[in-house]
């Protein structure tokens, strides 16, 4: 089996050094960096699978060393790992880069069954035979990370691109609330959220505000749909 290699950015030595052990226990490879500079630095200076990181964090916190690493890496896994839970701290961590989320405290199963997921979810990733996607006047530059809708170049968080990524694959298609959620933030569905809907509605503003063609609709009761067409 290939190593398995993990970066601990936590500076609470005791939950960092519990989770050393246990992902020892499970086969995998732990580095542990107890501030964020100096996970920068380790990152920099290994190959790691995966990325867990506390977002309270001397030198650097870690919103500010996701999106580091999420512009050296753009597919490596990160799981944000910390004690604060409101829809905003998520989302700001989404918006960095980050593929899950975990509140403190937590069950250590639950931490392996993400992952379990993330990185099978790595392994079986290939990238597309084209880098382009479009529907309508809207294209997506998969390498570049543009999207430039009748000319015009539209700026997007990581998340918002990774959700109409999502969309425009799945294009002409209706895709419910639950399909969103374990494609686009790879968590399983919680009806007590709306975020999806949040940044759904972040998406239209920038694709579809000032354009008489809306591209993302909603399916009341079924989802949303990004239609090439009107009809």
Known sequence: MEERKILIVEDEHKIADTLKAGLGENGYHVEVAY?????????MAHDFN???????????NGYELCKV???????????????????????EGYDAGADDYLVKPFEFKELMVKIRV?????????????????????SMDLDKKEVVRAG????????EFQLLEYLLRNKNRVVSRAD?????????F????????VYINYLRNKI???YPQKLIQTQVGMGYILKESDR
């Open 35 to 43: 501030d964020g500079k100096i996970g920068e630095r380790l990152f």
């Open 50 to 60: 995966l990325v867990i990181l506390d977002i309270n964090l001397p030198g650097m």
């Open 69 to 91: 690493i999420r512009s050296r890496n753009a597919h490596v896994p990160i799981i944000m790992l910390t004690s604060l839970g409101r829809l905003n701290d998520k989302m």
């Open 118 to 138: 993330l990185l099978k979810r790595t392994m079986n990733q290939q990238m597309p035979v084209g880098h382009l996607l479009s529907a309508a006047d809207l």
């Open 152 to 159: 015009n170049k539209i700026t997007l968080t990581m998340k």
């Open 180 to 188: 969103i959620a374990v494609n686009v933030w790879e968590i399983d």
């Open 190 to 197: 919680d009806t007590n959220t709306n975020v999806i809907d």
């Open 208 to 210: 579809d505000r000032g």
